[in-house]
């Protein structure tokens, strides 16, 4: 686990709650067991009007060495309800629907990994990824062609500026790559300039309704890379349980598991980071023609499924073209390993991939932001385009 089991009295500091593993002293710490502790806490931090903080694996922060001065709230409820219909279609391998309610605390991998078990389809390429239950809506997690919008029905949270519990219904939460209403909702202001709602969303995810088709075979597969180790074609089907022990080898190639998962020796300083840290950049596609011949170019299309059965992702915009930050970063003289005092610098790109930043063991906040800081710089440079982190940067900014 990123983290220990942290009584409700104790002070950690963020290193302790953060798969970086960095970040100071925090002033006061809760653990929510309960929805309703959960909600007291918010809502006795806003009315005092204490900074709030609230995480789940800490697998999206990159938090200062100074620390925290005010409330961090960690919900740490597990466990799910689910209603399961019985029609079943025997040509397509594949039963009715399946509603799934689950807390936001719930490990997001151990969900996964019941729900390939229990033959529900939707999330397997989505395998191996860290954090909570709570986390994927708000940056609408993806990989291997599958995004977290596509089994998404509606997200209950509790409303900081009402002080009212709401439910939110696919329409409502504006989903696109990577982004959410609700990690939008983390810079809406009341004054001019003024983050009202950083560094915690206007709404916090209480608990997520998912709808999933039922069966043995996964939904078509929508990415190269995986359809190739699968030895299938894309947009076709496999059994979920290969598409999951597929993405788990690639991820785990890349260094993009936690330790203890995927099997691997500890401790492995790759796996210490906050997976990708850029996201891939999606820019009009005027600018896109302007990069060189061999950057790779991907479609955007919506984050809202046409169907349940067909494609995993929406209609193609054609006004957008998304890019490899990968590939503009090693392309821009970043190599794996690459770290501002070379190999012994304490913050360094991982030697697997360079889309993460990695705590090679003692590095400081300041040692990660300074080594993202140049890797943007040089990419902006380069190429002109602009990296966006995708970490949460708490007391921090590039």
């Given at each position: 686990?990123?983290?220990?089991?942290?009584?409700?009295?104790?002070?950690?500091?963020?290193?302790?709650?953060?798969?970086?593993?960095?970040g100071g002293p925090?002033?006061?710490?809760?653990?929510?067991?309960?929805?309703?502790?959960?909600?007291?806490?918010?809502?006795?931090?806003?009315?005092?009007?204490?900074?709030?903080?609230?995480?789940?694996?800490?697998?999206?922060?990159?938090?200062?060495?100074?620390?925290?001065?005010?409330?961090?709230?960690?919900?740490?409820?597990?466990?799910?309800?689910?209603?399961?219909?019985?029609?079943?279609?025997?040509?397509?391998?594949?039963?009715?629907?399946?509603?799934?309610?689950?807390?936001?605390?719930?490990?997001?991998?151990?969900?996964?990994?019941?729900?390939?078990?229990?033959?529900?389809?939707?999330?397997?390429?989505?395998?191996?990824?860290?954090?909570?239950?709570?986390?994927?809506?708000?940056?609408?997690?993806?990989?291997?062609?599958?995004?977290?919008?596509?089994?998404?029905?509606?997200?209950?949270?509790?409303?900081?500026?009402?002080?009212?519990?709401?439910?939110?219904?696919?329409?409502?939460?504006?989903?696109?790559?990577?982004?959410?209403?609700?990690?939008?909702?983390?810079?809406?202001?009341?004054?001019?300039?003024?983050?009202?709602?950083?560094?915690?969303?206007?709404?916090?995810?209480?608990?997520?309704?998912?709808?999933?088709?039922?069966?043995?075979?996964?939904?078509?597969?929508?990415?190269?890379?995986?359809?190739?180790?699968?030895?299938?074609?894309?947009?076709?089907?496999?059994?979920?349980?290969?598409?999951?022990?597929?993405?788990?080898?690639?991820?785990?190639?890349?260094?993009?598991?936690?330790?203890?998962?995927g099997g691997a020796?500890?401790?492995?300083?790759?796996?210490?980071?906050?997976?990708?840290?850029?996201?891939?950049?999606?820019?009009?596609?005027?600018?896109?023609?302007?990069?060189?011949?061999?950057?790779?170019?991907?479609?955007?299309?919506?984050?809202?499924?046409?169907?349940?059965?067909?494609?995993?992702?929406?209609?193609?915009?054609?006004?957008?073209?998304?890019?490899?930050?990968?590939?503009?970063?090693?392309?821009?003289?970043?190599?794996?390993?690459?770290?501002?005092?070379?190999?012994?610098?304490?913050?360094?790109?991982?030697?697997?991939?360079?889309?993460a930043l990695t705590?090679?063991?003692?590095?400081?906040?300041?040692?990660?932001?300074?080594?993202?800081?140049?890797?943007?710089?040089?990419?902006?440079?380069?190429?002109?385009?602009?990296?966006?982190?995708?970490?949460?940067?708490?007391?921090?900014?590039?």
């Amino acid at each position: 686990m990123p983290h220990p089991a942290l009584g409700p009295d104790a002070a950690p500091n963020l290193s302790d709650l953060t798969t970086l593993r960095v970040g100071g002293p925090v002033d006061r710490y809760v653990e929510a067991t309960t929805e309703a502790e959960l909600i007291d806490a918010v809502r006795s931090a806003d009315d005092a009007e204490v900074p709030l903080l609230v995480v789940g694996g800490g697998s999206n922060l990159l938090v200062s060495d100074a620390g925290f001065d005010g409330l961090v709230v960690r919900d740490v409820r597990q466990g799910l309800e689910a209603d399961l219909s019985a029609s079943c279609d025997v040509e397509e391998g594949a039963c009715g629907g399946a509603t799934i309610t689950l807390p936001a605390g719930q490990d997001w991998d151990a969900f996964v990994a019941q729900a390939v078990a229990n033959e529900w389809v939707g999330v397997e390429a989505l395998s191996g990824i860290p954090g909570t239950m709570g986390a994927a809506p708000v940056q609408n997690i993806g990989a291997y062609g599958q995004e977290v919008s596509g089994v998404v029905a509606a997200v209950r949270v509790w409303d900081r500026d009402t002080g009212r519990r709401r439910t939110l219904t696919l329409s409502e939460l504006g989903f696109g790559y990577r982004t959410s209403l609700l990690k939008r909702s983390m810079r809406g202001d009341r004054a001019a300039g003024e983050d009202i709602w950083y560094p915690t969303p206007r709404y916090v995810v209480l608990d997520v309704r998912l709808q999933m088709r039922m069966g043995s075979l996964s939904a078509p597969v929508g990415y190269a890379e995986l359809a190739r180790r699968l030895d299938v074609e894309v947009g076709t089907r496999a059994p979920s349980t290969e598409v999951r022990d597929a993405v788990l080898e690639l991820r785990a190639g890349k260094g993009m598991l936690l330790d203890g998962v995927g099997g691997a020796p500890t401790p492995d300083h790759d796996r210490w980071s906050a997976g990708s840290f850029f996201t891939n950049p999606v820019v009009p596609a005027e600018e896109a023609a302007a990069l060189p011949d061999d950057a790779p170019r991907f479609p955007v299309r919506s984050a809202t499924p046409t169907t349940t059965t067909g494609p995993a992702l929406g209609e193609v915009d054609p006004r957008w073209v998304k890019t490899s930050a990968a590939w503009l970063i090693e392309h821009a003289g970043f190599t794996k390993g690459f770290g501002l005092a070379g190999e012994h610098s304490p913050a360094r790109l991982s030697t697997r991939h360079t889309l993460a930043l990695t705590n090679r063991g003692g590095a400081t906040a300041q040692d990660l932001v300074a080594l993202a800081r140049a890797v943007r710089d040089g990419v902006r440079d380069e190429f002109g385009v602009e990296l966006e982190p995708e970490p949460v940067l708490v007391g921090l900014a590039l």
